[in-house]
């Protein structure tokens, strides 16, 4: 059987070769990177490389750059606070923030950074507490058993500590991650909005780019800057075409492990719907900014998100309707199904999870519009409500055993929700009437007008007038007023007649039920399995194999490398020179008047941006690109075009990582923006 | 080998059985009809019927109704000319149109009617012409003849006279189509856009419905109602359950006899795609109309427009994607292979089209969204640029010999597209802005940034740059300045430095490579294999089978009957009671004042919409639904939701026909609108 077992190594994906790979810092693939790279980490040098990454708990990655705590990430990971900080006093978005001294760095509401301290195994005690389960019970017990762990993990520090359970190879690999949570975020730089999204929509994704996608933020504790010991100081001289790169991020998700049918339900059932919801709404917004400079600017954030968002599904949409990439996948399960099927014991052990896994796709395919629309959120687009339902849910689950709560509710949990729901965060009254509106309608166009749940919803009120009910009638813009409902909790909340809260215990109802059936009748299904087929694997090739992306900290290697393109090479560099090239005196190709004025001072063969063969997806955004020495080369914000199939699968000879050239930060911080203070501080001079 | 043949007559759809089928005149299903209701029309009611139909050039269907040039067809139909002649002052989308008088009916713009006179088989001739070409040349062939013979059939009397040479069978049959054109067409009767399409979007589609979609339209000849020998008088009394019902109507498109893998095109290249810009333009125009009632007013049409085509292409989308429905077309394609193959004969003969098809598709698929774009005008979606594009393409071909153009500027075509251009339609300047902004930013987003024509189109400008100068700067508004244009041809039209004129140009030349390619690569080739896949389908089964549809008239068959949708029994009738219930304050469900007072007048019982089981698709829209007796029971407006795949195949057990009962049509005249003359020449008191 050996011809056979060769066969299934090379077609059961994912399988570690060249840059391909998002390694858990545990388990890197110490071997190939010596032969690939002569390249061989101790780990006196792991611990530094994991203590000197961050994450932005809100969806993003970040690095230690300084001793005194200053950060560094993307321009696009903190936009949400540069709108936050602005007013129409205040046009921080467009004019850029440098704070001129520590005294002016601006806190950004309800922002959480989480440094990741140690990994611990729990897999066996998971495993126990769900042994012989399925269903919901499997569902309640693992779930029960994760907060616990993660509970006395945190224990009374979790204000300073975050703990989580972290499910590895879909399920198969338990791993307790323990973070220092800093929740006090300060914003110190950040280029105007035409500077850090050069190109915008169009250019996002796309190579050869011109974008500095940087800012700069500085951690405090008990109000002042955090002394780190394990930073990554910035070269401006970068890497050379060919040498080694690291990322250390946090890729937000991948389904590369995933069933043929599960890819199939992702392709059918929920890609194309969810694109054109998507679609919907940014034509909505892009009106909406069409109508003034105000309206432009409050939309800003939510527009660049759902264009992101589009770009991102139609590259995972395009890679999976490709039939070579379902068949490729189609074979790799065949050769593992073949592997089990043909010992008494494989039999067994493993069973036939992937019969489960596709019985439970009908289920899935019925109850997905429902969940993303009810439990999702997409059907109740407004802060009011939003508030509204960390109120009344977690009024409710706070009165529960912690073990028995829903997980985003675990005690271990709580800061940040505490955080999330208390932030300062503005409301705009005519915005949240619009996009309310337009979502509460789209539940009655999904869900179907004579349905029950959407009849109680509008009774005989049209969408918009439910909305102005909320917009115009709640008072939970009130911090205060959330605040002493979050601490009064389910008494006072239920005796709340906050519109907003009487809508959100209506929706909460029916929400839970539909995350009920999804959890038990698809969740525990497809988890169940995938802890088989994880054994499976495992069984098979050992931990070659790297587990999907869940954002929790990964290292992924590669070399600084073009590609080509339809038969043309795309250089690894650009540089400042292709920038004013590419300018027009319009958005998106705007140059800000900062770079305008500055044009004379730079030198215009600086490189600007930069690809490699790293291995990233989403959430990797701000991740530090490293060399061998543990020296920032790059700040990763984004990938090619051809890196979007990477949810699903790594092509080497065509996925890039996008970066900022170390050099660009240099010029940009010291000539640009005249930023001598933070010039200062990071290249000591 | 008679079980297989069998089985080949059972599996290669479509095949006719019961009410499947949207049939020619000439080849009706006079066995099944007769024995099915016992229906066997002669010679003179079949003439009768095809003069009695009508066909709006526009995209709709119609029946004369009076003597007096009467036109019964959708509220949605002539929506169009309803807003052309609304302004500020008169409200005739919101508030309706009632003539008083046959001097108060109003011209509807650029509107056009057709009445078949006779259909003529011209196969012979076209394949004739065609004879051992291909590529290019088999298109140019073909399209150089079917001009021919229609320059010959209208000879000077093209501005009363329209000849068209129709497809049949997928190219399979050529029918020449004799028409008379009736260009002075006038609004007599449109009800208010709250009874007109009383539950908007949500209840599209759907049935239970409680909907007027009516018009009446009045049509004139040398400024004079139009005489007309042959109607279809409406019978109040309508049809019962089970009754025999027949729809005469102009069915736009089918795709029931596409192969395979153009199937596959259609599902994984064409559809989502397609819908997703569809769902952001609508996004775009929501948010348009909540600006103000005046703007709500002006996007009113180009939105309904825009989710009709949003739903019915979501039921196509839907219906590829079951894999059932995929796994039916693909066996009755082996079928009909397998019969190909046994036989040297056949297989000398019919060759194999599936491979030559199947080929085509790469190319399909490659050129799809530039197609659109560029050609099919999406990405230049403005009035100003519409009208430049038919100038300078128009004067073009105009210069060339008539069997050398573009078939839509052949000399048969020219009076419509006279009378399209002069047409007086307003134009709102702010509206243009927005559409043409976006379509020019869709043209940047799907060609890319730096394709060479982007470029050219840009320049260093924005696309609202490019949409201002169009929309501030063209002067095509005046209507006087078109005809000269237009009269002057190519020399006036070259030296026209008008700003749409001069885009145009740009436009005209990318996008005519483009159609070439298409033409060449794709449509030729299609079409010449869809010639032999239809010899062979008659080899087999003679003309038992119906050809798709081609917006030409077509006969269905069917009865008065409910359906079951998930275990529910729907029933065939609603009433005017239903109406009242589901009313509330709120667009779409809003009652028009007209029926809020005339509620104690009207009797509660009326029937007011039904189902029945007519194999219609999208251009059926107003089609008589009649009786054996050639009298009006119903008005055809929809389908409901399960229809939607009858672009694909057809489910006698769910896909349904939805009309106006003629009991509602009487009612509306007579109690709501007291529209007595109309009333009196309808119902004859």
Redesign the interface.
Known sequence: MRTLSLAVMMAVSPFAFAAEGMWTLDNLPLDTMKQAYGFDPNAKWLDHAMKGAVRLAGGCSGSFVSKEGLVLTNHHCVIGCVQDLSSKQHDYVNNGFIAGNRGEEKQCPGMEINRLESTTDVTERVQKATAGLSGKAYNDAKKAEQSKIEAECAGKQSATLRCDVVELYQGGVQHLYKYSRFQDVRLAFAPEYDAGFF?G???NF?FPRYNLDMSLLRVYQDGKPVKVKNFFPINPAGAAEGELVMTLGHPGSTQRLLTVSQLETQR??ML?WR???A??????????S??GEEQARIAQTDLVSVENGIKARTGM?QAL?APEVMQDKRDAENALKAWVAEDEQRRQRYGNPWADIDAAQKTMRDLYMDYVMLEGGLGFQSQHLGWAETLVRGAAERAKPDGERLREFAEARMPAVRAGLLAETPVYPDYEL?RL??SLAKV??KL??DHPFVRQLLG???P??VAKRIVEGSQLGDVKLRESLWEGGAKAVDASSDPAIVLARLIDQQARQIRQRYETEVEAVEKRGAEQLAAARFALKGTSVYPDATFSLRLSHGVIRGWEEKGEAVPPFTTFEGLYARA????P?KLAPSWVSAKSKLDMNTKFNQVSTNDIIGGNSGSPLINAKGEVVGLVFDGNIRSLGGAYFFDEAVNRTVSVHSAAIQAALDKVYAAKHLSKELFGK
């Not at 679609?279 to 909406?288: D, V």
């Not at 027009?584 to 958005?587: C, L, M, Y």
């Open positions: 190109g929509d169009p250019d796309n059918d059932a194309p694109l054109m919801l679609h919907e709404f940014r034509g909505l917004l892009l009106q909406y069409n109508q949409f309707l619009m509106t337009w009655r166009e179907g007008v005989k009120d049209s918009e007038q027009t005196d319009f958005d190709f």
